[in-house]
C-alpha cells in the first residue's frame, strides 16, 4: 500500500536486476515475483480488518506522515487518527501534513516517559489546525472542532472507531512505540520497536 512503498519495491528490483547484469545473481524472475508477494512491513501501512478497518503506520517525523498522508487518501473516509508523539519530535509538522487528509485527531500516548502527554498533543493539534485555517483550510477548523484527548491507547481506540462509523479508517500513527502496543493489543504482537522497524529481526539475534 502507498505509492511510497511501491516506489520502494521498483527500487529494490532495479537492484537486483543491476546484480544479474553484472553477473552477481541468476536471473530468476519467479523468485522476484516470490519476494514481492511475500513482502511484510509490520506496522507501515499495515491493515488491521474489520470494521472499521484499522490501519497502523509508525510514521514519526514530517516526511514519514507526509507520504502517510498521500497513502491515506486511497482509503474510505471518514479517516479518525489516533496520534501519540515523542517529546523530541517534531509534532506541529506531523499534524500540519496529515490534517488535510484526516477528519478528527484523538491525541493520545503510549506508555513510556518518552511521549508527549495527550493535553499537550492536543494543543499542537489546535495550533497547526489554526496556521492550517490561517491559510484558508476551512478543513483544519472542522477538523480541530471534533478532535479529541485520550489518556492511552485503550480509550482512544474505541472512540476513533465511534467517530469512522463501520464504513470509515482508523489510523494509528506518530509513533513506532504506540503502533507496538497497538499490534500487541490487537494481534497479540510483539511491541519492541526495533523488530517492527526491522522485520528480519528476532528476539534471539537483537543486542542489548
Do not use: C, W
Request: aromatic letters at 0%; zero cysteines; a positive charge.
Amino acid at each position: 500500500r502507498g505509492a511510497h512503498q511501491r516506489r520502494n519495491a521498483a527500487a529494490a528490483v532495479a537492484a537486483v536486476k543491476a546484480l544479474v547484469g553484472a553477473g552477481v545473481l541468476a536471473d530468476d524472475p519467479a523468485a522476484r515475483a516470490r519476494g514481492l508477494l511475500g513482502a511484510v512491513h509490520p506496522g507501515r501501512l499495515e491493515l488491521v480488518p474489520g470494521s472499521p478497518q484499522l490501519v497502523l503506520d509508525g510514521a514519526h517525523n514530517p516526511h514519514g506522515a507526509a507520504a502517510l498522508a498521500a497513502a491515506l487518501v486511497e482509503l474510505p473516509a471518514p479517516r479518525i487518527l489516533v496520534l501519540a508523539v515523542s517529546r523530541d519530535k517534531d509534532a506541529g509538522a506531523l499534524v500540519g501534513a496529515l490534517l488535510p487528509v484526516v477528519t478528527a485527531v484523538i491525541s493520545t500516548a503510549y506508555q513510556q516517559e518518552r511521549a508527549l502527554p495527550p493535553q499537550e498533543l492536543a494543543a499542537k493539534v489546535a495550533d497547526a489546525a489554526a496556521k492550517v485555517g490561517a491559510a484558508g483550510g476551512a478543513h483544519a477548523a472542522k477538523v480541530a472542532a471534533v478532535s479529541r484527548a485520550a489518556p492511552e491507547l485503550g480509550a482512544a481506540l474505541p472512540l476513533a472507531r465511534q467517530l469512522a462509523g463501520p464504513r470509515g479508517t482508523v489510523v494509528v500513527a506518530g509513533s513506532l512505540f504506540l503502533v507496538g502496543e497497538a499490534r500487541a493489543m490487537l494481534l497479540g504482537a510483539d511491541t519492541d520497536p526495533v523488530l517492527l522497524s526491522d522485520p528480519a529481526a528476532t528476539p534471539g539475534n537483537l543486542r542489548s
